[in-house]
Structure formats: C-alpha cells, structure tokens
T-cell receptor
Framework: NAGVTQTPKFRILKIGQSMTLQCTQD?????MYWYRQDPGMGLKLIYY???????DKGEVPNGYNVSRSTTEDFPLRLELAAPSQTSVYFC????????????FGPGTRLLVL | AQSVAQPEDQVNVAEGNPLTVKCTYS??????LFWYVQYPNRGLQFLLK??????LVKGSYGFEAEFNKSQTSFHLKKPSALVSDSALYFC???????????????FGSGTRLSIRP
C-alpha cells in the first residue's frame, strides 16, 4: 500500500511555463485535495474533489486547474507559472471527507524563476 | 464561518516535561476537530480527531487532546515530551459552509514545537 504518491519531488519552472503535478492514491478514497504551503505558513486549499468527475474550487484556485477522471488520480495543472506560485504542494486523500483523517503525499517543491 | 486559531507560533519545552499546544475554534453547530503533525520536509500526518463522545481523545505517539465546549478549545497535550516530538503541529476543523464544504477541513496556522534535551 503506497498511500498517496506525488511526482515530481522538486521542479524549477521559468515564468510563463506550464506543468502538471501528479497525485495518485491507492486507498480507493473518493475525496482528494490539493494544498499549497508557503514557507512558514499553514496550508491553503487550492482544489478538491468528492469523486471521479467532480471537482470544486478551494480558497486559492487562481492560476490552477484540476481534473478527476479516475478515483486514483488527481493531477494539478499550473498554467503560465508565476513567482507567486513558488511553494510546496501537497496532495491528500480521505475516505470520509471532513469526518475523518486526510492522508498526505510527500509534497512537490516548486520554484518559479 | 468555521475557523480555528493557534495563538502560539512556537512552544518550547524541556524533554520529559508535559507539553500543551493550544487551539481554539469557532463553529456553527457541533465541531469536528483534528490535530496533524508535520515533520521537516514531510507531508502532514493525522494524530487524532474529536467528533463526539469523551472529551479526552487519545491519538498517535502518546498525544491526547482535550475538547472543552465552554472554552471552545481543543488543546493538544502529552505528559512527557520527547526530542522527537519537535515538529509543526496543525489544528483543523471541519468546514460546514456550502453544499460540498462538509468535505473539507480548515487548518490553523500551525505551532512549531521545540523540545530541548
């Protein structure tokens, strides 16, 4: 059981480039989440999904897009990268949404220069 | 709107002493509360949760949390701190706003716990 996996671990982007952060979970969880964590700060919710085909915006969705074609995968797309998107990105999944534990991946560190 | 507050950015404790990391909440309705821990360069790990029932909740690594409805608090505690407990701790509450908001949780700003040998 790998839990939640994220790729890549680290990436440097130039301003204006695009990339996709991958997230996969093998726990058959319906609920999945993308957060960003800026240095010394808490977590901010970017997007979340309550099941395949259903996504919704979180607190800071601008500049990002998501899709959820399968239960396992929840990729996060960055279009036209900006320095303000320099952060650590965490994907998480949960069996019971806001009722139970969220399981986090190891994170992707992104630097936009 | 639901929210949690962690009033201390940092807590310093000597090894072997009891520790408390504070959290207060503001919710409409019954609170669903959580504690998570983040070790350096790692994702968050779930420690414990309060949904209903006993006000003292036991969790992983010897941690426990006390739910206090009158003080709207959910402080994290451990009787005897270890150096390995040094990490970033987050309190969180279930978001009850909107249709699918019940699927989300809102995190506090975090408290850095430092245990000195």
């Amino acid at each position: 059981n790998a839990g939640v996996t994220q790729t890549p671990k680290f990436r440097i982007l130039k301003i204006g480039q695009s990339m996709t952060l991958q997230c996969t979970q093998d726990m058959n969880h319906n609920y999945m989440y993308w957060y960003r964590q800026d240095p010394g700060m808490g977590l901010k919710l970017i997007y979340y999904s309550v099941g395949a085909g259903i996504t919704d915006k979180g607190e800071v969705p601008n500049g990002y897009n998501v899709s959820r074609s399968t239960t396992e995968d929840f990729p996060l797309r960055l279009e036209l990268a900006a320095p303000s998107q320099t952060s650590v990105y965490f994907c998480a999944s949960s069996y019971s949404g806001g009722l139970g534990a969220q399981y986090f991946g190891p994170g992707t560190r992104l630097l936009v220069l | 709107a639901q929210s949690v507050a962690q009033p201390e950015d940092q807590v310093n404790v000597a090894e072997g002493n009891p520790l408390t990391v504070k959290c207060t909440y503001s919710v409409s309705g019954n609170p669903y509360l959580f504690w998570y821990v983040q070790y350096p360069n790692r994702g968050l790990q779930f420690l414990l949760k309060y949904i209903t029932g006993d006000n003292l909740v036991k969790g992983s690594y010897g941690f426990e949390a006390e739910f206090n409805k009158s003080q709207t608090s959910f402080h994290l505690k451990k009787p005897s701190a270890l150096v390995s407990d040094s990490a970033l701790y987050f309190c969180a509450v279930r978001d009850l706003g909107g249709n699918s908001s019940a699927s989300k949780i809102i995190f506090g700003s975090g408290t850095r716990l430092s245990i000195r040998p």
